[in-house]
């Protein structure tokens, strides 16, 4: 199977507006994530609105195109650069992998579990992380996920799922494990292009998560279990923060 990785990279940000392009250390953000990425995959491409960006990413070599200002997910806007990249290079693509572009310490690891939940019948894949304190479990920033007996996802939330009745809240960890949802996603290419074309359904409008739309949709979505904790910048806070820790 070939897979291609898409950054999906926005300067339009309500919180951080320009924040592909904010130094972490001596690298951009977008940098950091494209090298961790291209660690793993053979073929990395970032996808963009606005021309900043795109002077950044041909300033270190890497490869980018240029997509739709119009779009509303990633995932759109992955669809887009997926058709468009495969023009450019004259090669097709069995497996799209979208990689958040405000996750510079993405750990190759995370990318290759998701690649290796690829079989003839996987449509979607995506990653989970097992919940260990209660500020996470009761976070409502922190899409919770439900799963089968064969790990696929059968609903995400940002409410505690599943609730654990006559137990106190607090001990609801010790009655049940939780598991917290990482945007990082796999898509078979042709399921990519039919996501696309799915209308917003009440599930995902409610929740604001778009993941819900595909599983309202009948679609199939196979997780796998990190141990890594995915640290994003969304934020200046969130930024100072990680310079706090000691990252960079």
Known sequence: MKVLGIIPARWASTRFPGKPLIKIGEKTMIQRVYEQTAKVLDNVVVATDDQRIID???RFNGQV???????????????????IYQKNVNETFDIVVNIQGDEPFIQPEQIQQVVDCFDENTQIATLIKKITDEESLFNVNNPKVVLNNRSEALYFS???????????KEDWLKKYTYYEHLGLYGYKSSILRELTNLKQAPLELSESLE???????GYKIKVAETEFENISIDTQEDLENIIKKGLV
């Open 56 to 58: 950044e990413v041909k």
């Open 65 to 83: 195109v240029i997509t739709s200002d119009k779009h509303q997910s990633g995932t759109d806007r992955c669809a887009e650069a997926l058709e």
């Open 158 to 168: 940002r409410a505690t799922i599943p609730y654990v009745m006559k137990e106190k």
């Open 211 to 217: 993941q819900n739309r595909w599983l309202e949709n």
